[in-house]
């Protein structure tokens, strides 16, 4: 009999991929512990069973040398910095990955933020809340310039949306979609240029020793003090010290980020920032992405393969 572990927490609580997982695999086990379960607690959960569909939780060597029964993992979710993949082809275990399951319900949430942002809309809420009427001066983003970094599926759909608000879409990207360019207008630039250019950047890079503070404080500074910065994809992505100490002084108009560094975050005087907004790691939790997501891991159950870091996954 095949056994089936599920430690992610948002797997674990949705009601139709439990009954979906079940009707294949009557036996499953789900996390319910509202925990992300780590070290000898995630062994523990693991231990005796053959495929796992995992989220947030971290898989390192010893995780992997402790489960020798353990022969396929699939991810809930499209992001897997939290998988040692080299590790995991060493020892032989299978991935269940399907990217872009997610990418609208992000692309959406990075549209909002921009509006958000530039339309003082969180600012404006918490003012009438305390009694005050203000009218905060705001910025449409029709027609501005908005720069994506990095093109996977969710810099791609962000780029297809933006079309409808007449924006000027540039992208930089260590990949070229030169068809994908041409056919939506998009520019591919260098990324110190979309920097400088651009009234809006967002980032959707996955995290990596080449993309870890990739915007330190000194392209920071490359963008204009009226620009507006936004994080959907990797906690990591960006310099956090260096970014409040820009907002606090008026170097740069506006941040949102739904990912951190270290999350939740100690430090909140970023997030309590009048000029930041903060939202919990929530891209991918529209109902519609947890199905898409959760029905993807399901399959990658079955579907799946040995990773080939810089293959499979590709990061995008």
């Known amino acids: 009999m095949i056994r089936v572990a599920v430690t992610s927490r948002s797997f ?144 791609k759909d962000v780029s297809l949306l933006l079309r409808s608000f007449g924006c000027r879409v540039l992208a930089h990207d260590i990949r070229d979609f030169p068809d994908f360019y041409k056919r939506h207008g998009v520019e591919p630039v260098g990324l110190e240029k979309l920097l400088k250019e651009s009234d809006v950047v967002t980032l959707h890079l996955p995290l990596d020793t080449s993309t870890r503070n990739i915007l330190s404080a000194e392209r920071l500074s490359l963008m204009k003090r009226e620009a507006i910065l936004i994080n959907a994809a990797r906690g990591g992505l960006v310099d956090e010290q260096a970014l409040k100490a820009m907002l606090k002084e008026g170097f740069l108009a506006g941040a949102a980020f739904d990912v951190f560094a270290e999350e939740p975050p100690a430090d909140l005087e970023l997030a309590r920032l009048p000029n930041f907004i903060a939202t919990p790691h929530m891209g991918g939790a529209a109902e519609e992405a947890a199905l898409a997501m959760g029905r993807a891991a399901i399959n990658g159950l079955e579907d799946n393969k040995i990773p080939e870091p810089g293959v499979f996954p590709d990061g995008y």
């Open 12 to 155: 674990s609580r949705h009601p139709v991929l439990r009954r979906e997982l079940l009707a294949r695999y009557p036996d499953a086990v789900f996390n319910d512990s509202g925990l992300v379960l780590a070290g000898n607690a995630l062994i523990g959960f693991l231990d005796g069973h053959d495929k796992a569909i995992t989220g947030l939780e971290k898989l390192d060597a010893g995780v992997f040398a402790a489960l020798p029964k353990l022969k396929i993992v699939s991810k809930y979710g499209v992001g897997f910095d939290m998988i040692d993949l080299a590790a995991m082809a060493k020892a032989g275990v299978r991935l269940g990955w399907t990217g872009g399951t997610n990418k609208r319900s992000v692309a959406e949430l990075v549209i909002a933020l921009a509006i958000g942002l530039l339309r003082h809309i969180p600012e404006s809420s918490c003012a009438l809340q305390a009694g005050a009427w203000p009218q905060f001066p705001g910025r449409q983003l029709s027609d501005r310039v908005v720069g994506v970094v990095g093109c996977g599926h969710v810099g």
